[in-house]
């Protein structure tokens, strides 16, 4: 689809949300619960996709009847009742849109979790919010307990497993709209207590601003920014740590200089943004080979990952190994009720590869979403490891002519996945049409487990780690280090991991 970009997390939320939604039909008047179970039963890419994860994972899922089942209609009279009613899709690409959800705003800063509730102060993207320290505690919001008010916004946000969806709402207190605010409980003005590095707690507000243009930018940044130096000592091995934030090449130089040179060329189609994208992945390379020759392996930290461009994503990836990455196919209605169509992802030619291979490990967390888990599973199917915890299952998405709709009744905007994704090593899946139960049935054996011998997928369920390790309070506080040392004694103990290899290797001798 090369006219269409697909977009996850980090795209839509700064630009797809302030877009605005496609009015409803005028010429009926249904209720907004009536209009929105025909909008999922006719355009949603499979409800039974859902309906196999709820089955798999009770103990995860929002409780409730899905509105797509037959039974009562909600109502749906507030914000939080849509909300609620969309939250049963398990769907972390759902959002709340238009004007009356509002544009995304910050209170300049951005928060991360622990697996026991602890939450912290992550990153500035405002560098005028002085009154807050990166990595200081938060220990209320709003007056309420951190734990407390995270369990509480969390039950009604969008996405998979409890654990991410806490991960969900902390991301949303620091960029989000003011429909996500108010379904947290959270007005204009943001109070928070922390307690400081020196133990001291205090009490500080701040106030929600528009994020814009220059916001935008600042988080792109901010992300990119690493928790932990480029290369540490764990037990024997020299870890290389390589760290993607965001897909945002739409706000690096060399990425607008190389789509800019492209179209002054004559280049067309999807030229001037490969030409972009090899420019940043050429960068990025550059910067890994010179890591790798000095690792005994490369630990890919993908905490927190916002998402992106999944295209840049996959070329990034391709750079990162010499193995070949699974295809992806994107998964949409198909013509007929009960069949689905298959459409391949576009491979292109790469931007470059690692001349200094190395293992790799990727480390995901709860809020690793979107292209960041594409990644991640990319990488594993091509031989990674992976260590971490259980990523939100962003595994579908939306795409650069995504609009929405506008409820008829409330005239709320809504948007929701456009397609799902499934990868596969090239042995089973074509394009065209399939029979919707014969996918599910090979994508969701074991739990929707991964798989490097079939089909899988990981919408709702999430990337599933090879050594699970939870975020700890501590984690937050020393940024991973000592949870670097965890994953590498762990795969170690379990032995996923290669004998040093940096003695033997000739680019290493300086």
Not at 244 to 260: H, L, N, P, T
Not at 363 to 379: N, P
Request: net charge neutral; hydrophobic share 45%; charged share 20%.
């Amino acid at each position: 689809m090369p006219a269409r970009r697909q977009l996850s997390t980090f795209a839509f939320c700064l630009a797809a949300i302030a877009a605005p939604a496609t009015a409803a039909p005028t010429d009926a008047a249904p209720t907004d619960a009536e209009f929105l179970r025909a909008r999922l039963v006719s355009h949603y890419p499979s409800l039974d996709w859902v309906d196999r994860y709820r089955q798999a994972y009770p103990a995860d899922v929002q409780s409730g009847v899905p509105l797509w089942h037959a039974g009562a209609m909600p109502a749906l009279a507030d914000t939080r009742a849509l909300a609620d009613a969309l939250s049963l899709l398990q769907d972390q690409h759902v959002a709340l849109a238009g004007a009356q959800a509002g544009a995304p705003e910050t209170p300049g800063v951005l928060f991360r979790t622990a697996s026991d509730g602890s939450m912290s102060v992550w990153r500035h993207i405002d560098d005028n919010v002085t009154q807050v320290k990166d990595g200081e505690q938060v220990l209320a919001i709003d007056g309420q307990p951190a734990a407390r008010w995270l369990e509480q916004a969390a039950a009604h946000t969008f996405g998979g497993n409890p654990r991410s969806r806490m991960a969900e709402a902390a991301l949303k207190l620091g960029v989000g709209t003011p429909a996500d605010h108010a379904l947290g409980g959270v007005g204009k003005t943001l109070h928070l207590t922390l307690r400081g590095r020196d133990g001291v707690s205090y009490s500080v507000a701040l106030d929600y601003r528009p994020m814009g243009k220059v916001g935008g930018a600042a988080l792109a940044q901010a992300l990119e920014r690493a928790d932990l130096p480029p290369l540490v000592d764990a037990h024997g091995y020299r870890v290389g740590i390589v760290r993607f934030g965001a897909f945002a090449s739409q706000y690096d130089r060399d990425f607008k200089a190389a789509v800019e040179a492209a179209e002054a060329s004559g280049a067309n189609g999807d030229g001037p943004m490969l030409a972009g994208f090899c420019a940043v992945v050429r960068k990025r390379l550059a910067q890994v080979d010179a890591l790798a020759a000095r690792a005994d392996l490369l630990l890919v930290d993908l905490r927190g990952n916002f998402g992106g461009f999944a295209r840049e994503a996959r070329l990034l990836a391709r750079a990162l190994t010499p193995n070949p990455l699974p295809r992806t196919f994107d998964v949409v209605r198909g013509s007929t009720p009960g069949r689905l169509k298959l459409v391949a992802q576009p491979e292109g030619p790469s931007c470059g590869t690692i001349a200094h291979p190395r293992p790799l490990v990727v480390w995901t967390d709860a809020g690793t979403r979107s292209g960041g888990e594409f990644m991640a599973a990319w990488l594993w199917a091509a031989g990674a490891v992976t260590a971490g915890e259980r990523t939100i299952g962003a595994g579908g998405g939306l795409d650069s002519a995504a609009t929405g709709f506008v409820l008829p009744v409330s005239g709320m905007g809504v948007r929701f996945s456009e397609n799902f994704n499934v990868l596969d090593n090239g042995t089973v899946l074509r394009e065209g049409e399939i029979d919707e139960a014969g996918l599910l049935d090979l994508v969701a054996r074991d739990g929707f487990a991964p798989s490097r011998t079939r089909p899988f997928g990981f919408q709702a369920v999430g990337v599933r780690p090879d050594l699970a390790l939870p975020t700890t309070a501590a984690d937050l506080a020393d940024g991973g280090a000592a949870a670097v040392q965890r994953i590498v004694a762990g795969l170690a103990a379990k032995g996923l991991l290669a004998r040093r290899t940096v003695e033997q290797a000739p680019e290493s001798a300086h």
